[in-house]
């Protein structure tokens, strides 16, 4: 940030109209207190609580949150799979917890008992296998019913997962685990991907040999056919296990508050992974309580969230929250914006889903589609929308509005993070108007400010860094035990509790957010989330690539996409051998999601008189913009040349 961001912003992706919730969801919304912010303020940290009394303790919390500490539930005692799946048994042990649809056209549904059992069943397993609490799981699958299962099995003793989204490299993998120290690794055959078999046998074997810790492995078999791996040492197939522990029953293990849920990992600011550890009863409270006040669910709804269980939204809005609240969830394999394009439309009818929660980068892909898709299907069941991820535009918001939501559902813009756990800005769907294209207002009990290089807060409507003032039950262990997570030039002093989201952002005269994207050294690609400085090392060790800068630009279908600028080493002239090592070493180190969709090379990358990276550049010239005054620069004469190879990509 050292040289200062500069907001810019899109006329035609501002908020404009303010929209009323429907009357026929207000009639029957769970939260409707028009005073309730005032209401989180007069009484912080304490108004919490009712999040805290949404889950089922073992011992009650002593306080709600405590300064000194920075602990949410600080004395509570609680275990998080008896939360999602033990109380819901006295009052629906036969309604449908999971309905998954496979992307071969399977469908399978796990009744709350059935999932009890399960759950229980490879409880015993993780435990005969050798897994203790505290022990850190690492768990490598795509949405099949295995994964949550193998998520609450772990909830369930105690021991923390650590689940790495399938798109990662095998490199990828192993590096979590290592640092994770994770030597039990619950991991599928394969997976499918846009209809191709994609095996991860091997990925599992690669891991193995590479951790110098022996690695106990669980494969779960996705491709039906059966592979026998009980012989072979610290090899087990999940299925012969569940066998062999039929019927049993483990007792939950109780969890401090504080104690780790779950490690997951995300890009950051520096050249590997952020680590970010979500606890059991901050974290649990917190998706709880969002899932009813936000997502509006209520037990017994059906609710249909497309994000992948490799990622935050899984964890929180597929799994956690809406399992906690006795919900049945709809789990799909594959991505929202994936064919069949009738798929998602096809199950919201099918399954009379309530709540559908999904991403802009699928929207786009549906209004791509075109409206003929959803207007196939009766979607009535529909009572509310959410999106997460990214921006989205008062255009694509309109066409959600009319064409999935008939109108009738308003639509919750959820601003959050990996690190924050759950929603932290968005309206309250049965409390404020909606302003398409604005996040809305922060939730009760979050404070966030928007300010200047020094830390100072600007006007209304004026870009700038978004900060969080206030402590939030779903927040980190690492933000509790004082591991600060803002920019390096952070003004405020240490005392001062705040945390930099990242994000540049305005607020407007009614205290509404607008989010004008990331401002820091972390990409936002169509919903995904790259380090620069991670993928810009990993350019760099091609054989004749000096630098690398890496931006977001426009691109295809999905809206964005990873561009990947290289300048050479003088005398080398093998572009086309560089392109592909670049991007071979990107797959090979992060893995096939992160694939640059365009690598541009150039024998230099513009720069200012004291040799920075001008990245702003390098954007405007992947969206095809003009790019104004340039008489600063070192080098200008390289922008043609850039485009013109840009132009040719
Ligand atoms: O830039 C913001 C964007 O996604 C980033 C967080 O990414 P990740 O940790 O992968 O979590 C995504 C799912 C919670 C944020 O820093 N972002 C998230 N939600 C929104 C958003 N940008 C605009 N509007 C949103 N609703």
Redesign the pocket.
């Known amino acids: 940030m050292g040289d200062g961001h500069e907001f810019e912003t899109d006329p035609d992706e501002l908020p404009t109209a303010e929209v009323a919730p429907p009357q026929r969801f207000l009639d029957q919304a769970n939260v409707t207190e028009t005073g309730i912010r005032e209401r989180f303020r007069a009484q912080w940290p304490d108004a919490w609580d009712e999040a805290g009394e949404r889950l089922a303790w073992t011992s009650k919390y002593d306080s709600v949150y405590d300064e000194a500490t920075r602990s949410w539930f600080p004395g509570g005692q609680l275990n998080a799979a008896a939360n999602c799946l033990d109380r819901h048994l006295a009052d629906r042990k036969h309604q449908r917890a999971l309905v998954w649809d496979g992307q071969r056209g399977e469908t399978r549904t796990y009744t709350y008992l059935e999932l009890f059992r399960e759950v229980n069943e490879f409880a015993a397993a993780l435990r005969e296998i050798g897994v203790g609490q505290g022990d850190v799981v690492t768990l490598h699958m795509p949405a099949i019913p295995e994964l949550p299962i193998a998520m609450l099995a772990c909830a369930r003793i105690g021991a923390p997962h650590a689940v790495v989204y399938t798109g990662f490299s095998a490199d990828a993998l192993a590096r979590r685990m290592d640092r994770s120290d994770s030597s039990y690794l619950v991991v599928s055959d394969g997976y499918y991907r846009r209809g191709d078999a994609v095996s991860l046998t091997n990925k599992a074997e690669t891991v193995r040999a590479t951790l110098s810790a022996d690695v106990t492995t669980v494969v779960v078999d996705r491709f039906g056919e059966s592979h026998e791996y009980a012989t072979d040492v610290g090899k087990y197939n999940y299925r012969t296990l569940l066998d062999r522990n039929e019927g049993e029953r483990v007792e939950p293990v109780d969890r401090a508050s504080t104690d780790e849920l779950f490690v997951i990992y995300?890009s950051g600011t520096t050249g590997t992974p952020k680590r970010v550890t979500h606890t059991t009863g901050g974290y649990l409270a917190h998706t709880a309580w969002t899932s009813h006040a936000v997502l509006d669910l209520e037990p017994g709804d059906t609710y249909f969230c497309t994000a992948d269980l490799g990622?935050?939204?899984g964890h929180s809005y597929v799994v956690y929250g809406p399992l906690a609240l006795g919900a049945t969830v709809l789990l799909r394999e594959g991505e929202a914006d994936q064919p069949p394009r009738t798929n998602v439309w096809e199950l919201i009818e099918h399954h009379a889903v309530d709540i559908f929660y999904t991403s802009p980068t699928a929207i786009r892909a549906f209004m791509k589609w075109g409206p003929e898709y959803p207007e196939q299907y009766d979607l009535s069941s529909l009572r509310l929308l959410g999106?997460?991820?990214?921006?989205?535009n008062p255009q694509s918001w309109q066409w959600l509005s009319e064409h999935v939501g008939n109108e009738t559902c308003p639509i919750v813009?959820?601003?959050?993070?990996?690190?924050?756990g759950g929603h932290l800005i968005?309206t309250l769907p049965g409390v404020d108007r909606m302003k398409p294209g604005a996040?809305g207002p922060p939730l009760p009990g979050i404070d966030v400010t928007v300010v200047d290089e020094d830390g100072q807060s600007v006007d209304a409507n004026t870009g700038g860094y978004l900060v969080v003032d206030t402590p939030w039950p779903g927040m980190p262990r690492e933000l509790s035990e004082g591991v600060r997570w803002a920019a390096p030039d952070d003004a405020r002093p240490d005392s001062e509790w705040a945390y930099r989201?990242?994000?540049g952002a305005f607020v407007d005269e009614d205290g509404y957010v607008t989010?004008l994207?990331?401002v820091d050294d972390?990409l936002?690609v169509s919903?995904?989330?790259f380090g620069t400085r991670e993928l810009e090392s990993t350019a760099v060790t091609v054989d004749g690539v000096t630098e690398a800068a890496v931006v977001s630009g426009a691109y295809g279908d999905r809206g964005h996409g990873l561009y990947v600028y290289v300048s050479l080493e003088d005398g080398t002239q093998e572009s086309e051998r560089i392109r592909a090592e670049v991007t071979a070493a990107i797959e090979q180190t992060i893995g096939t999601f992160a694939r640059p969709d365009a690598v541009i090379v150039s024998p230099e990358l513009p720069k200012t008189s004291s040799g920075k990276i001008v990245r702003r550049l390098l954007t405007d010239i992947a969206n095809g913009e003009s790019l104004g005054d340039t008489s600063a620069l070192r080098n200008p004469e390289v922008l043609g040349e850039i485009r013109s190879a840009v132009q040719q990509d």
């Open positions: 995300t990622w935050i939204t999106t997460v991820g990214e921006p989205i813009d959820t601003w959050w993070q990996t690190e924050t968005t996040v989201t990242g994000d989010i994207g990331r972390v936002n919903g995904r989330r």
